[in-house]
């Protein structure tokens, strides 16, 4: 029956982190800076709630969009933090972690043929679900100006068909951040098109040197915010994201959620309340320790002569391994095989993520220590042609 399958499902690809894991997995005593998620437990009083609202059978459907207080919670929160206003009534959706958010929202916008820029290199969650909608995904290749898509670059991409723009700053792969001055360039570039952006900020409160800067404060009709408690608060398994969006858009993301799951799971939400009520600044000791593995991985990597962009935010380094003559696969798995250090291929980012590998810090900083000197080892053996 497998001729029958959806040519697009058909056309999909695994992704290069998963086809990264698999090869991993055959290793033993590796030490792996791979996972892209916060090795913080959930904050002890949002556990507690949720176990009071299962105590207390808070176990049935919700609201479509989400309960009341988890709407209304997400909608202060966005005030609070970076002054953006949204009616909870209706222009937010609670999702099953960003994900689902970035699907609905693909799903509600694109239409066959539709173009979507993106920054190459890019987390490769987006593409795959383009495809899905039948539109392409048009890679705007960022290696010249620090991983940041700006207006300029976004200028030469844009056609006839450009229906949507994806900003995902902070960056997964390469925790690169946009300026406010940056992000009012873009929204210059676009104000009045009709092109979307759909702004990826699930790295919103992991930003290092100054505030995160929406562009829906600048472009509101045109903008969809994607947001979740992921990596805020160290919740990837609860699975809970927004979407922030003028009424005339969320009411159809609406209808696609609805047909899709229904409601986001109700403890979740329960939990996501309190994360986004009580635990306003949960990220902050998280953010501080990022801080400083990231200085540390960071020096270990500039001492070895690697040439990386210092990141300002998320928990990514995005180092150029270019000058080793190895494609990123080969590097990786060399790496792996010869001194048991796993990460990720930048490859597995686009094309324009060739050349690269990623390295995540979301580790404590004995693990890093030892990937660190597992890497010296490595790249000194590569420089004296031992491997
Ligand atoms: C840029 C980006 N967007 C979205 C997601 C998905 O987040 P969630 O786990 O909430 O679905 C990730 C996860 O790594 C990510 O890096």
């Not at 960056?171 to 570039?189: D, F, H, K, R």
Request: glycine letters at 6%.
């Amino acid at each position: 029956m497998e001729h029958l399958i959806n040519s697009r499902v058909k056309n999909i690809e695994i992704s290069g982190i998963r086809k990264f894991f698999n090869l991993v997995s055959q290793f033993d005593d590796v030490i792996s800076l791979t996972i892209g998620q916060p090795d913080f437990y959930t904050p002890e009083h949002i556990k507690n709630y949720a176990t009071k609202a299962i105590k207390e059978n808070f176990t049935t459907y919700t609201p479509n969009a989400g309960i009341m207080e988890v709407r209304k919670a997400a909608t202060e929160f966005m005030k609070q933090k970076y002054n953006l206003d949204y009616n909870f009534e209706n222009e937010v959706i609670t999702t099953v972690g960003a994900s689902q958010a970035i699907d609905i929202t693909f799903r509600t916008i694109l239409t066959e043929g539709s173009e979507v820029i993106l920054p190459g290199p890019v987390y490769p969650g987006y593409e795959p679900l383009i495809k899905l909608c039948g539109a392409k995904a048009v890679f705007a290749d960022t290696r010249e100006s620090d991983f940041k898509l700006t207006a300029s670059i976004i200028e030469k991409y844009i056609t006839t068909d450009t229906r949507c723009i994806v900003l995902p700053y902070p960056s997964n792969p390469t925790g690169v951040t946009l300026s406010q001055e940056e992000i009012m360039e873009i929204a210059c570039l676009l104000k009045g098109k009709e092109i979307f952006i759909i702004s990826d900020e699930i790295y919103s409160e992991l930003v290092f040197e100054g505030n995160h800067h929406s562009i829906a404060s600048h472009l509101r009709e045109q903008t969809i915010v994607i947001n979740g408690l992921s990596k805020s608060h160290s919740m990837t398994g609860w699975r809970i994201g927004f979407t922030f969006a003028p009424e005339d858009i969320t009411k159809h993301m609406l209808k696609v959620h609805q047909y899709n799951v229904s409601c986001a799971s109700s403890i979740s939400q329960k939990a996501a309340g309190e994360a986004l009520t009580n635990g306003l600044n949960d990220a902050l000791p998280m953010k501080q320790e990022y801080q400083s593995r990231l200085d540390y991985v960071y020096n270990r990597l500039v001492e070895l002569g690697i040439s990386v962009v210092k990141p300002n935010g998320a928990f990514y380094l995005f180092p150029s391994i270019e000058k080793y003559n190895l494609s990123s696969f080969e590097f990786a798995s060399k790496l792996l095989e010869e001194v048991g250090l796993a990460v990720v291929p930048g490859d597995a980012f686009s094309e324009y993520g060739e050349g690269y590998i990623r390295i995540s810090y979301a580790y404590s900083i004995d693990t890093l220590t030892e990937g660190m000197n597992r890497l010296e080892a490595f790249v000194r053996r590569l420089e004296t042609n031992k491997i």
